[in-house]
Every structure is written in C-alpha cells, then in structure tokens.
T-cell receptor
C-alpha cells in the first residue's frame, strides 16, 4: 500500500536559519511525490513535485525538496526561513498501486513555526 | 488562484440537516477529488470522480454522496448532519485520474459548522 509519513508534528526554526521538513514514503512503482502548504484559514497550495530526473526539485517561495530513493525520503528544505513561511506543510504521494486511482495520499502534516 | 472553485466558503447548519457543497474544477481537468480535513483526522480522502464516473471511494460515510455532472462540476451532499461532520471540505482536480506527475490543485475549501 502507498503511504507517506511525516515524523515531526512541529518544526521550530529561527528566521534566517535553514529549515527541513521531513517526509518518508512507501510506494509500489514510480513515486510521484508532492508538497503542499496550508496557511491559516486557507486552502492547500501546491509547492513542488518530484516526477523523475533530478533529485533536487525547486518549487515556489524558495522551497526545494530532495528525493532520496535509497532512503525513501522526500524532505522539504529552504536555505533561509522567513516568518511568513509559518504554516502547515503536507507531503503526499499519488496512488499508483493496484487501483491506480491517482488520488493523493497525505502525511499527517507538519506545522512549521518560524520565530523572528 | 488554483482555478478550482468551491461554494459556499462557509456554512453553518443544524444537526439533522442536509447541505450540498459545489465544486468547479480547473478548465480541462476531468478528475475531481473530495477531501475532508478535521483537527483529529487530518486530510481524509472521501471520493473521486473521473469524467462523470466514480473512480475511487475512501472513508466516505453512507450519509454522504457525490456526483460529477456532464459539465464536470461536482457536488458533495452531506445529510443527517452530526456535530462530528464539522470540518473543512476540499475539492481538488487534475487532468487524469491515475498516478502521474500531473499536479492536483485544490480549492479554498468549504467550512462546514454543524451546531
């Protein structure tokens, strides 16, 4: 079964410092991996995705993610955090198993708190 | 703006009532997905439609139903509402209804409060 895990409920980082939000996955077949962000009282916004090719994926708002096949991880990173990055972040994988519906399977979410 | 439109944005209704949430997918997208987000359950997949046909069913209660119309918009019907149904309901859409690198875009959600 396809699954995604985000091991940290919350990540705290000081403004200007690098940030990492962790995600590990379990899939059969090709992993199509996504990161979404949810600001307070807002919808889910697409940040970036990994399909194939370069293991370092660049996305919106200066975020990037590193795909690591051997560690089955897809960690979200940013070199210098901003207070405005404070939000709820979700890692997700497309369902490509036996049913192959393509729906997104989400992790439980990680709250990022960036302090001034 | 993701291009996915959901209405209403907010609604408050009483227990036992019935509501309908509406979703217009991005132009050209054939697949529609419904998710429920609550504090204790996270993001739960409810149901998926592809070009008018049900494609996948998740943790959707029997009191809930959905459909996708010929113009590809979708409606989620919630009946006999209970306090525990209070949540944020998301609609999302994508071009295809199978695993691919195609991005799924989400609407802003419909906040349902059952009192």
């Amino acid at each position: 079964a396809q699954s995604v895990a985000q091991p940290e409920d919350q990540v705290n980082v000081a403004e200007g410092n690098p940030l990492t939000v962790k995600c590990t996955y379990s899939v059969s077949g090709n992993p199509y991996l996504f990161w979404y962000v949810q600001y307070p009282n807002r919808g889910l916004q697409f940040l970036l995705k990994y399909i194939t090719g370069d293991n370092l994926v660049k996305g919106s708002y200066g975020f990037e993610a590193e795909f690591n096949k051997s560690q089955t991880s897809f960690h979200l990173k940013k070199p210098s955090a901003l207070v405005s990055d404070s939000a709820l972040y979700f890692c997700a994988v497309r369902d490509g198993g036996s049913s192959n519906t393509g729906k997104l399977i989400f992790g439980q979410g990680t709250t990022l708190q960036v302090k001034p | 703006d993701s291009g996915v439109t959901q209405t209403p944005k907010h609604l408050i209704t009483a227990t036992g009532q019935r509501v309908t949430l509406r979703c217009s997918p991005r132009s050209g997208d054939l697949s529609v997905y419904w998710y429920q987000q609550s504090l204790d359950q996270g993001l739960q997949f409810l149901i998926q439609y592809y070009n008018g046909e049900e494609r996948a069913k998740g943790n959707i209660l029997e009191r809930f139903s959905a459909q996708q119309f010929p113009d590809l918009h979708s409606e989620l019907n919630l009946s006999s509402l209970e306090l525990g149904d209070s949540a944020l309901y998301f609609c999302a859409s994508s071009v295809v209804g199978r695993a691919s690198g195609n991005t799924i875009y989400f609407g802003e959600g419909s906040w349902l409060t059952v009192v």
